[in-house]
């Protein structure tokens, strides 16, 4: 049961473009998300995230865009850069549970120079 | 402030022998997560700590794998008797008030 889903496995952008990557959820308790940043080797690091209360949230080139009533959340980075070059996983929680996090497959990004 | 240590970096076991996976968090960090991940595959929730408790083991094996978060010392994840499956990419995270995560670097293991 993937209760967080990362449909796209892959996604080549060229620098300087937009790169939107997509993430979908099916459990209604979830109102906490976030997105991390993996290099191969290294632990994922924390990007950005968006409580359910909001619909955006914006950090220098990266925004995320919640639609609850979709149950979909995107990542916008703009412009992409070579170092974005990743892979990029979206969690979800549930705030009055234990905050433990349901991370979707995650989507490698290219960022092509 | 360092960020979450974790260690060793890489294990290798012989099946049938203990794998100890440590994990320092954060300083002021008092929530402690173990995750796993295998290949090609995102990361699976395993445990969630504070100190000298366990708070959700949910994601656990029911067998051979347990975990500790004593009042000194690193968070610990033991696994014993280990089997050619439980070799993939552990990692932990901290956080102090169980919002963002901090991730460590992960230890992978790896049984031969």
């Known amino acids: 049961d993937q209760q967080v889903k990362q449909n796209s496995p892959s996604l080549s952008v060229q620098e300087g473009r937009i790169s939107i990557l997509n993430c979908d959820y099916t459990n209604s308790m979830f109102d906490y998300f976030l997105w991390y940043k993996k290099y191969p080797a290294e632990g994922p690091t924390f990007l950005i995230s968006i409580s359910s209360i909001k619909d955006k949230n914006e950090d220098g080139r990266f925004t995320v865009f919640l639609n609850k009533s979709a149950k979909h959340l995107s990542l916008h980075i703009v412009p992409s850069q070579p170092g974005d070059s990743a892979v990029y996983f979206c969690?979800?929680?549930?705030?009055?549970?234990?905050?433990?996090?349901?991370f979707g497959t995650g989507t490698r990004l290219k960022v092509l120079a | 402030n360092a960020g979450v240590m974790q260690n060793p970096r890489h294990l290798v076991r012989r099946r049938g022998q203990e794998a100890r996976l440590r994990c320092s968090p954060m300083k002021g960090h008092s929530h402690v997560y173990w995750y796993r991940q295998l290949p090609e595959e995102g990361l699976k929730f395993m445990v969630y700590?504070?100190?000298?408790?366990?708070?959700?083991e949910s994601g656990m094996p029911k067998e051979r794998f347990s975990a500790e978060f004593p009042k000194e010392g690193p968070s610990i994840l033991r696994i014993q008797q280990v089997v050619r499956g439980d070799s993939a990419a552990y990692f932990c995270a901290s956080s102090p008030t169980a919002t963002e995560a901090f991730f460590g670097q992960g230890t992978r293991l790896t049984v031969v």
């Open positions: 969690a979800a929680s549930v705030t009055s549970g234990t905050y433990k996090y349901i």
């Open positions: 700590l504070q100190k000298e408790n366990i708070i959700d």
